[in-house]
């Protein structure tokens, strides 16, 4: 493999989010219809001239995947802190996008859901998510049944700090192989639960616990009975680790932490019949600052087969690279991202401002053909 394959320069990309009323946006989700040939993009806008991060808006973009031009905008959800976006393609133009509704104050935060149609372009009414418990009886998705769950199962060790927030959109939620949704459920330095459904979220049962403690942001992906998990640490440790399940979740490898990864929202999604995996890592040589929690510059890409860690590309950007999200389309791999470049800025050495700039979309093709 060449050197430069893990050090080259993204290539060009398309704002996706409404440049017209927007500069900030965050937490990008993407899912793509094959029938249609669009992809849509959830994500969390900010005003235009605003930076950091938005907590009272859910949007949806959507574009032709192959060439984003024509991109349209629609706000699924406003109010008082929605949270953290996901989505997942219901097949002919259809999409259901899931969100926290975040108050930061106590309460329950359930998880909801509205689904939008792309052919007549009609937005759903807001539902609940609901759990199946082990009696039979339905609960919403929200912070009471996630930690009597834990609890009961005795993984209750860190939820306490978590009180203010569950995760909807820290994993991005994926159809298995045997045709059910799975998804997760993270908090703040809490274990993770993964859950699966079939009915596209509307309902979902817990069936297996990550033990460790996560920085609220886990995905994963299923091959045969094997789990994959990649996830972010915590703020101690500052690090993206790798840990894998081979009896579909009772038990788990040591986590295994990624060379030069630092914190961010790392993805896994499955492509030319891999688990592929991305993350930032803190290459000095691109501009990356690891002492910038938001001035991520740098990204890799890797796979993980019996164990082994095997790079295939690696971009950077001086604008930033943070919170990424990716999708497979016919063996080409898209990524959509937010740009930091306000958070590279310096005063007196401390970073001066946290900043979101745009979220954006990118063709980055077969990752797999220049390692063949």
């Not at 989505?87 to 133009?93: E, M, V, W």
Request: proline content about 3%; overall charge negative; aromatic content about 12%.
């Amino acid at each position: 493999m060449k050197t430069d394959v893990l050090n080259r320069e993204l290539p060009y990309s398309v704002q996706i989010n409404d440049g017209l009323r927007q500069t900030c946006s965050d937490g990008a989700s993407l899912a793509f219809d094959a029938k249609y040939g669009i992809m849509f993009c959830a994500h969390m806008p900010g005003y235009h001239g605003d930076y950091g991060e938005s907590r009272g808006k859910i949007a949806l973009s959507y574009f032709p995947a192959s060439q984003p031009t024509n991109i349209r905008f629609i706000d699924v959800a406003v109010g008082d802190n929605v949270y953290v976006p996901n989505i997942l393609s219901l097949g002919d133009g259809c999409v259901r996008m899931f969100y926290e509704r975040h108050s930061r104050a106590e309460g329950d935060h359930p998880v909801c859901y509205k689904d939008f149609d792309f052919k007549t372009e009609t937005l759903g009414e807001e539902c609940t998510v609901q759990v199946k418990t082990e009696g039979g009886a339905l609960c919403p998705l929200g912070l009471s049944c996630c930690f009597a769950y834990l609890e009961k199962n005795g993984y209750f060790n860190h939820v306490y700090k978590c009180t203010e927030q569950i995760i909807v959109g820290g994993c991005t939620y994926f159809e298995g192989e045997d045709g059910l949704f799975y998804g997760a459920i993270s908090g703040e330095l809490s274990e993770v639960i993964l859950f699966r459904s079939e009915d596209h979220m509307e309902t979902i049962e817990f069936f297996a616990v990550y033990p460790k403690q996560v920085q609220y942001e886990f995905d994963y992906k299923i091959i045969g009975s094997t789990i994959y998990a990649i996830y972010r640490t915590n703020h101690e440790k500052d690090a993206t680790s790798i840990s894998v399940s081979a009896d579909f979740g009772k038990t788990w490898s040591e986590p295994v932490d990624l060379e030069n990864s630092i914190q961010c929202r790392p993805r896994a999604i499955l492509s030319g019949g891999k688990i592929l995996m991305a993350y930032n890592d803190c290459n000095q040589e691109t501009g990356s600052r690891p002492n910038v929690i938001m001035g991520r510059t740098s990204v890799k890409f890797c796979t993980i087969e019996n164990g082994e860690i095997k790079h295939l590309a690696g971009y950077h950007s001086k604008y930033g690279i943070v919170n990424i999200a990716l999708a497979d389309v016919l063996g080409d791999v898209y990524m959509a991202y937010s740009t930091s470049e306000l958070a590279l800025e310096y005063q007196n050495g401390t970073p001066w401002v946290r900043g979101k700039d745009a979220t954006r979309y990118v063709k980055l093709g077969d990752l797999f053909s220049e390692t063949k």
